[in-house]
């Protein structure tokens, strides 16, 4: 059967069932289950290099314009420089943790994959994330300071942001980032085409600036660079915050997205 040129283009901007979505989730899912451990560390390192854009892009426009703009206005430029890194990540198919804390985890509740393969999954792309991370932070305490670009007075006032937190608030705050990103992961799958994918990145990221939620990958490149062109933050504040950010990541993307998704879109599909 011949289809017209019209009849394909229907077909391509056809919104996908949430069936398909879920298969493409678990397909997806199982091919990084499936990936070595090596591929997917340096995946890994290569999206916390890539995300600490986001980090050197809002510290230079805190720079430029802290004396110049309302601190209102100030926070929403912030909000919009966030998604930078995320957009790399995301488009680039690099291997960022809080993506996985809802996309590895689908192919376990479907009983396709173990949890020890999700725990090595995770630690794997966790420690990527966080060295690439700790790169980028170390490039972000001595280039930018040299280039005259940035003050690193603009790096604690953005860590301060998240360390002047108990650990409830902090657990609550990473909650609904991680589960912002469970979403994100969900959505970008039910998407076709690249310029939809960027609008869905830019959307939902924008909404974790523009809140000032605690994502522990991005959170922990502003609270380290933070910690080494600063004495006022310390390794106790970094861990205070990577420890409850990382923990309400993984119950915001396990529990509000990837059992919940597939509760409902299961028994569908039975």
Do not use: C
């Amino acid at each position: 059967m011949n289809l017209s040129t019209d009849e394909i283009k229907s077909a391509l901007n056809k919104p996908k069932q949430i069936n398909e979505i879920l298969d493409e989730q678990i397909e997806s899912a199982m091919h990084e289950h499936n990936r070595s451990n090596q591929d997917l560390f340096l995946s890994a390192v290569s999206a916390g290099l890539e995300i600490g854009f986001s980090v050197f892009l809002m510290a230079t426009i805190f720079s430029l314009f802290t004396a110049l703009l309302n601190p209102a206005v100030l926070h929403v430029f912030l909000a919009l420089a966030y998604p930078l890194g995320f957009i790399f990540v995301v488009i680039g198919k690099s291997e960022l943790f809080t993506e996985h804390t809802t996309l590895a985890v689908i192919p376990v509740l479907n009983k396709n994959a173990g949890i020890r393969s999700l725990l090595t999954l995770w630690i794997v792309v966790y420690a990527g994330n966080l060295l690439g991370g700790f790169f980028f932070s170390w490039i972000l305490s001595i280039l930018p300071a040299k280039l005259d670009i940035v003050e690193n007075a603009s790096f604690l006032a953005l860590a301060q942001k998240l360390t002047n937190h108990s650990w409830q608030v902090i657990l609550g705050s990473a909650i609904l980032a991680g589960w912002l990103m469970g979403l994100l992961s969900w959505l970008v799958t039910s998407s076709q085409e690249t310029i939809s994918r960027i609008l869905i990145v830019t959307l939902i990221t924008s909404v974790i600036g523009i809140g000032g939620l605690h994502h522990s990958i991005v959170g922990s490149i502003e609270v380290f660079t933070a910690m080494l062109t600063s004495t006022i933050i310390t390794w106790n504040d970094y861990l205070h915050v990577q420890l409850w950010a990382t923990a309400g990541n993984v119950i915001g993307g396990v529990v509000f997205v990837a059992f919940i998704k597939f509760s409902h879109v299961n028994p569908k599909k039975n």
